[in-house]
């Protein structure tokens, strides 16, 4: 096997976390955002770009990055089929579409920033099975907290069919950056994941909190 000059990898982030009503303002949304920052500074010789959808309508600005490198996906159109958030075929196809948006950098890597988004929004997420040969798809894993308390979140069964739907999603991703050891073992726990694919990176600190004098 042919030996990979990582330093010249093409990352494609979905940024979609950044821009939803869910996430947008909130905690996933920051943290998203910053992780994509400071991948873009550290990236050296590696080309990284973003991804974002006409979808929705908020569209964050990110730091130190130019809009070469930046991918907007067009808004999803009308496939006439049914929306049932369940991956049926129009989830299916929206997984088509984004993958072709992607295609255009051939990115080697692909990462979701949060692949639970989209319950009540149209939410693409790429498809981990039609993928380019060797192209390593990995997400952020924020919590499985629905999975460990199902009493209190599978009430729905709208939402219990889209939530286990992208659970699939992350026992086929190549690896798993998960924000907590906590979250971590929850997917080693509930999900059966080889603990060698979930890496805990933990959080950091943004360069606008400063100690605080008095």
């Not at 973003?50 to 908020?58: D, I, R, T």
């Not at 991703?173 to 509930?190: G, K, N, T, V, Y």
Request: charged share 20%; proline share 5%.
């Amino acid at each position: 096997m042919a030996e990979v000059d990582c330093r010249s990898l093409r990352i494609l982030v979905d940024l979609q976390a950044c821009q939803t009503h869910a996430s947008a303002n909130r905690g996933v949304g920051r943290y998203s955002k910053a992780l994509f920052e400071s991948l873009n500074s550290a990236a050296g010789e590696r080309r990284l770009f973003g991804l974002v959808s006409a979808e929705h309508s908020v569209f964050p600005e990110f730091n130190g990055l130019t809009q070469t490198r930046m991918l907007i996906a067009p808004s999803l159109p009308d496939w006439q089929t049914k929306l049932d958030f369940r991956g049926g075929d129009r989830d299916s196809i929206d997984a088509l579409l984004h993958s072709a948006v992607a295609a255009v950098v051939a990115p080697d890597i692909v990462h979701v920033s949060n692949i639970f988004e989209g319950i009540g929004e149209r939410v693409a997420i790429p498809d981990p099975i039609n993928r380019p040969a060797g192209q390593v798809h990995s997400a952020t894993l924020f919590d499985l907290i629905p999975l460990r308390f199902k009493d209190l979140y599978f009430e729905s069964a709208d939402y219990t069919g889209w939530y286990y739907h992208r659970l699939k999603y992350l026992q086929q991703a190549d690896l798993l950056l998960s924000i907590s050891e906590s979250s971590r073992r929850d997917a080693i726990e509930l999900l059966g994941l080889d603990p060698a694919k979930i890496v805990t990176i933990h959080g950091g600190i943004a360069s606008c909190f400063k100690p605080v004098l008095d």
